[in-house]
């Protein structure tokens, strides 16, 4: 006997076992077809050579909450608890997917069904009179809870100590001390610097998360932190405390991956990853393309930059215009009032010749260069020449490559999904683009709060949550700091 998801395919054996157990009662095809593709709706079968039974439910995402649709099993196989494999099934799959409550319609006579519901940990709640057609029987309305887990998550890649605290999806606390201002007089991130201010930031920014989300370090269930990619230096930071919290409070302990938490925090803010997507996540240390089929198992990392990250080039190009760090939020201003058609600056990796291997890839150190000749030109001849006008072309030409690559791949892979992370997304011609572009192209455009964009603890924590409530056994204490841990390791085991 096998379960597996029901798809559209299996239309036909879905029908014939749907008309022989629910009879007068039963869904048109119309319905069911409506049904198995419709977002968020999961279904599966149960197969004993043919399909013998079925159920499915569908996910509220912004509620937190799941509706069991149907269940039915061919008349000949009752009495042998598969109802109760397929109920354990659903249950399963609303628990990963973040539901607190899962709720259930039963016909009142159904008095097996009933004991069976209660046995799994339902409640009537409710009932609805004259519910069933043409029968006018009555459903009992049931309800099953689901306390989910609490998670603390440790964010230290980078230049921004971040502890946030989830309960499965729903954030309840994001505090983040960051030393960006530290770094500015030496025009980007030192490591030996941001290390220096994680361990003097991390415990009062601990303290703050949990003051923020009214718990106490007791309560919580597990601890998240993001292993790499990042500075090494900084992430031990991170990691030592984690370590820290787990061992002295004796609670298991998640080593995450940084890049696949910054896709992930998206289920704080929708409630459930709509999948596949794909993630274009820039910031001042990555620029990274990745096919999210699934967030847990499958990431696929199609490109990154092979020299500057974007947020590096901003910052960068701010200091040849003479504006200070970070750069990105200086050329952006400056940028407002320039024409992005005054130079045209060169596009990185976007020739026919670059196809082959670099078709995802991004590169920004020409870009910077040409910037740079440019402005020094102007400046031997004795021109003048507009800041502005610099700014907003040097902008443009990041702005198209970025946004160029993540539509082909859209295209390539048949995803009609674009996610958005990391620091540069407060870029506003970016978001203004992106906006324009993929409602052009029919995609979905999803660009989490600010604050889940740039590097933050909450959605370390919120990638915690998911392996948590997926079942999936903590990490051992033996891991450590991989500052270039592949995106394919969701989670160092
Ligand atoms: O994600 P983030 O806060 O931190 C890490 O890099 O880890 O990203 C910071 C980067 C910096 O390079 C900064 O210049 C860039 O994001 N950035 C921007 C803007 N605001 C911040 N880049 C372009 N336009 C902006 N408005
Ligand atoms: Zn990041």
């Given at each position: 006997m096998e379960i597996k998801k029901l798809t559209i395919?299996?239309?036909h054996e879905v029908m014939q076992l749907e008309n022989q157990v629910f009879e007068s009662e039963a869904w048109s095809e119309r319905n069911m077809t409506a049904e198995l593709s419709t977002q968020h709706s999961h279904y599966f079968g149960l197969f004993d050579q043919e399909l013998i039974g079925y159920a499915g439910l569908r996910l509220s995402p912004q509620d937190y909450a799941a509706d069991i649709q149907t269940i039915a099993i061919g008349k000949e196989h009752r009495g042998k608890g598969l109802g109760r494999t397929l109920m354990n099934r659903l249950i399963e799959v609303a628990?990963?997917?973040g539901s607190e409550k899962i709720f259930l319609e039963v016909k009142q006579s159904n008095s097996a069904a009933i004991e069976l519901y209660k046995s799994l940990g339902f409640e009537q709640i409710d009932i609805r009179k004259n519910y069933y057609r043409p029968s006018g029987e009555n459903a009992l309305v049931m309800l099953k809870e689901i306390t989910q887990p609490l998670i603390l998550g440790i964010e230290s890649s980078c230049d921004e100590t971040g502890v946030g605290i989830v309960r499965g999806n729903?954030?309840?606390?994001n505090a983040l001390h960051s030393s960006m201002d530290e770094h500015a007089k030496y025009g980007g991130v030192v490591p030996e610097v941001a290390a220096r201010a994680h361990l003097e930031a991390i415990e009062p920014t601990l303290n703050q998360a949990l003051a923020?989300?009214?718990?106490?370090l007791d309560e919580i269930d597990a601890i998240a932190v993001a292993n790499g990619p990042?500075?090494?230096g900084a992430l031990m930071v991170g990691i030592g405390a984690a370590k820290g919290l787990a061992v002295g409070s004796d609670k298991p302990i998640y080593a995450v991956n940084h890049l696949v938490a910054h896709v992930g925090a998206d289920v704080l803010e929708r409630?459930?990853?709509e999948l596949p997507t794909i993630a274009l996540l820039v910031s001042g240390g990555h620029t990274s393309l990745l096919l999210v089929r699934d967030l847990l198992d499958d990431v696929e990392l199609l490109g990154e930059t092979i020299d500057d990250a974007a947020g590096e080039a901003?910052?960068?190009?701010?200091?040849v215009l003479g504006l200070p760090y970070p750069g990105g939020p200086e050329i952006d201003k400056a940028a407002e009032s320039g024409d992005p058609a005054a130079i045209r600056f060169p596009r990185g990796l976007m020739l026919p010749k670059d196809m082959e291997r670099n078709k995802y890839n991004f590169s920004f150190s020409g870009l910077k260069t040409a910037v740079a000749r440019w402005v020094e030109k102007c400046e031997e001849a004795n021109e003048s020449y507009s800041t502005a006008d610099v700014a907003a072309s040097f902008r443009e030409a990041v702005i198209d490559v970025l946004l160029t690559k993540a539509l082909w791949a859209c295209e390539?892979?048949?995803v009609p999904r674009l996610l958005l992370g990391g620091g540069v997304v407060a870029n506003a011609r970016l978001r203004q683009e992106a906006v324009r572009r993929c409602s052009e192209a029919g995609i979905e455009l999803r660009i989490p709060r600010f604050s889940l964009c740039t590097d933050n603890g909450a959605m370390i924590a919120a990638l915690g949550a998911q392996l948590v409530m997926s079942g999936r056994a903590p990490s051992s204490l033996g891991f450590g700091a991989e500052s270039t841990l592949p995106v394919t390791v969701v989670q160092t085991p």
């Open positions: 395919e299996l239309l628990r990963a997917n729903r954030l309840l606390a923020q989300a009214g718990v106490e990042g500075l090494a409630g459930a990853v901003f910052d960068k190009v701010a200091r390539e892979f048949g």
